[in-house]
């Protein structure tokens, strides 16, 4: 997979991506699942890596002391800077790179991500990289697609992974050192693929702690 391919795709969806009313849905009830399985104090330092144009970060950072926002999209981080001048929120501070590399030298209370990991080609490695980054007793919200036939992207580029198996997912996530990962369906997205027929794609989010 190429990386690149990525980043051409999301800086040319960019300033289109808040237009999608079900996009935003999703992303409103993946941050309420996050809120409700990490249940915040407020004090908590956050890494969202894959932040996009900032539908889940601008909801999660209300709740968060310092959220920072990665992603591999510059437009796409544009996009999410404008809003956060526009909502006069400053606690939110944005790196563009690639995770696992652009990886900020720090511990974070809580790392999450939403619909990112399909795009990473090695999440075992990427899961170990994650627990080096949180603070004894942090805790991943990583959620993504239950695994489906394909139909969800399309011919979209990209795209490493179609969805991801609860049971693997739990290994990969004891394999990397984490505790305790937690399971729940955030959302359940319901279209038609490409050749018209409906489909249901059920979102996970698992959570997992670092003992
Ligand atoms: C499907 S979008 C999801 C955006 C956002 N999380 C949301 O829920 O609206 C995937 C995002 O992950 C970013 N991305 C993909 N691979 C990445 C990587 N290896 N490192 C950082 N960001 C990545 C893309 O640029 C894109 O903004």
Redesign the pocket.
Known sequence: MN?DA??ER?DALANE?DNDPQ?VF??QK?ARAMRNALAPAGTETAL?????????TLIMARHLARVTA????AG?LNVLRAKCAAKHLENVDVIT????Q?MPANRYDLIY????L???ADVPALLGVLFDHLAPNGRVALADLDTEDGSFHGAAK?VAHHGFDRATFATWLRDAGFAEPQFTTAHTVQRAADDGSMHEYPIFLAVARRS
Do not use: K, Q
């Not at 990665?70 to 999209?73: G, V």
């Open positions: 990386p990525n980043v999301f991506w996009r999703m992303a993946v969202e890596f894959g932040a996009g144009t900032g539908l889940v990665l992603d591999a999209s796409m790179g690639n995770v696992p652009a991500a939403s619909m990112v399909r795009h990473v990209g």
